[in-house]
């Protein structure tokens, strides 16, 4: 078997399998999905995917397009379940994520596309960042840290590496591995405190 197919495949399963426990969590009330960052999400995983498709990622991009499914699941599940403790905060990064979303679509440069695409991503995880952080219960810890180790097989199954086939996932990775450690952290403290 190809390698790269191998890590492709095992990616897509690490990405399903993460967003089960979130969706049990949040059906069991006990995960609490902040809207806007579920919006953002749904948009840049569909785009991304088809981007990273184009540009040549191959297998490395099938996690995210099995991905960009269950972000719209939860997107539309926040509605009823998500937080509704949004600020003004969390308002003003969806309105800089969307801005920045529409100077995105108008790009006819694949650097710049996916550079702004990183950016709306890391933007659009700054409500869940700040959430999790008052509130580290509301989070499942498994999903984002099985999602970065997709997004780590994603690397790896990559075909062609260059700046533009691994930068969002090179993102996601990080913005991922960030809310685990901040949901960590923030329930060690709280335990103790």
Same mark, same amino acid.
């Given at each position: 078997?190809?390698?790269? =197919?191998?890590?492709? /495949? *095992?990616?897509? $399963?690490?990405? @399903?399998?993460?967003?089960? +426990?979130? #969706?049990?969590? &949040? !059906?069991?009330?006990?995960?609490?999905?902040?809207?806007?960052?579920?919006?953002?999400?749904?948009?840049?995983?569909?785009?991304?995917?088809?981007?990273?498709?184009?540009?040549?990622?191959?297998?490395?991009?099938?996690?995210?397009?099995?991905?960009?499914?269950?972000?719209?699941?939860?997107?539309?599940?926040?509605?009823?379940?998500?937080?509704?403790?949004?600020?003004?905060?969390?308002?003003?990064? =969806?309105?800089?994520? /969307? *801005?920045?979303? $529409?100077?995105? @679509?108008?790009?006819?440069? +694949?650097? #710049?596309?996916? &550079? !702004?695409?990183?950016?709306?991503?890391?933007?659009?995880?700054?409500?869940?960042?700040?959430?999790?952080?008052?509130?580290?219960?509301?989070?499942?810890?498994?999903?984002?840290?099985?999602?970065?180790?997709?997004?780590?097989?994603?690397?790896?199954?990559?075909?062609?590496?260059?700046?533009?086939?691994?930068?969002?996932?090179?993102?996601?990775?990080?913005?991922?591995?960030?809310?685990?450690?901040? =949901?960590?952290?923030?329930?060690?403290?709280?335990?103790?405190?």
């Amino acid at each position: 078997m190809n390698l790269k =197919l191998f890590f492709g /495949i *095992i990616s897509t $399963i690490i990405a @399903l399998v993460s967003f089960f +426990p979130y #969706l049990k969590d &949040i !059906l069991g009330k006990k995960t609490f999905p902040h809207i806007y960052s579920w919006l953002v999400w749904s948009i840049l995983q569909s785009v991304g995917a088809a981007a990273m498709l184009r540009g040549g990622a191959s297998f490395g991009a099938l996690s995210l397009a099995a991905g960009s499914l269950f972000c719209i699941t939860i997107f539309f599940l926040s509605f009823k379940y998500g937080t509704k403790n949004i600020t003004k905060f969390d308002t003003i990064c =969806l309105i800089g994520a /969307i *801005i920045t979303i $529409i100077v995105w @679509l108008f790009q006819r440069n +694949p650097l #710049l596309s996916i &550079i !702004l695409v990183t950016v709306i991503d890391i933007i659009a995880f700054m409500p869940t960042y700040r959430k999790g952080f008052a509130d580290p219960g509301s989070e499942t810890i498994s999903t984002y840290f099985l999602s970065a180790l997709a997004n780590f097989f994603s690397l790896l199954a990559i075909a062609n590496y260059s700046v533009i086939t691994t930068l969002y996932l090179s993102g996601l990775l990080i913005t991922n591995s960030l809310l685990v450690l901040i =949901l960590i952290i923030r329930r060690k403290i709280i335990a103790s405190a």
